[in-house]
């Protein structure tokens, strides 16, 4: 585990400076001033590009970005991800069901003039925590942990765009987005190395390809 956080510093560098940004937000402000903020900058281009980053926490998204690495990249990577992935899933869920937050939608009822963008679903419980964020955390981690260094940076501008995503489109709470991102990057960072050192039937060499590469090899 101290190895895969050393030579990934970078990123949990800057994750600690999105969660020092989301800690100072928390104490200087309400819990509603931050949306408000953010939503009096609305705007048509704004909509779609959160729109659409919002995507990369999506479930949607998550399943079709596990199924690529087990067909196309690694059947034991594919397996480590997607444990590591389906844990976290599990906690979040646990979390929100057991704190029942109501969304910004409830919060900012008898508040006039919030802006909605039309076209999306606004949903209005179990605000706590972002659950769009865990998830573009914990695959971002774990990307970096397989990719090359100078992937860092971006997969981590993806996480935190999606967790930005979730304010801007009045879904989640800036406390949301930040414990969000810390249970995944804590449970990943505990999870990931236990599975990835496991000594297990997944260690065979035909498991060290993708899923396509073996059924060719088997035909």
């Not at 209005?124 to 998830?135: I, M, R, Y």
């Not at 501008?157 to 987005?177: E, I, K, W």
Request: proline letters at 4%; a positive charge; glycine letters at 4%.
């Amino acid at each position: 585990m101290i190895e895969l956080i050393r030579k990934n510093k970078l990123f949990y560098w800057l994750t600690g400076l999105f969660w020092l940004a989301c800690i100072v937000i928390l104490l200087q402000t309400d819990k509603g001033s931050p949306l408000l903020f953010i939503n009096g900058y609305h705007d048509h281009l704004y909509d779609y590009f959160f729109f659409c980053m919002t995507y990369f926490g999506d479930g949607l998204f998550s399943a079709v970005f596990l199924i690529s690495i087990l067909l196309f990249v690694n059947i034991r990577k594919a397996f480590v991800v997607t444990v590591t992935f389906l844990i976290l899933v599990l906690v979040i869920q646990a979390l929100k069901f057991t704190f029942v937050e109501p969304r910004p939608f409830i919060y900012f009822q008898e508040t006039q003039g919030v802006y909605y963008i039309p076209w999306i679903e606004i949903h209005k419980f179990n605000s706590f925590p972002s659950g769009h964020t865990a998830q573009a955390f914990c695959l971002a981690l774990c990307t970096c942990f397989y990719a090359h260094k100078k992937y860092i940076p971006l997969l981590f501008m993806l996480a935190a765009l999606t967790g930005l995503s979730r304010m801007y489109l009045l879904q989640h709470f800036p406390v949301d987005v930040f414990v969000g991102s810390l249970v995944a990057v804590v449970l990943t960072t505990l999870i990931f190395p236990l599975l990835e050192n496991k000594e297990s039937f997944l260690r065979r060499a035909e498991f060290n390809q993708s899923l396509i590469s073996l059924l060719k090899n088997k035909s």
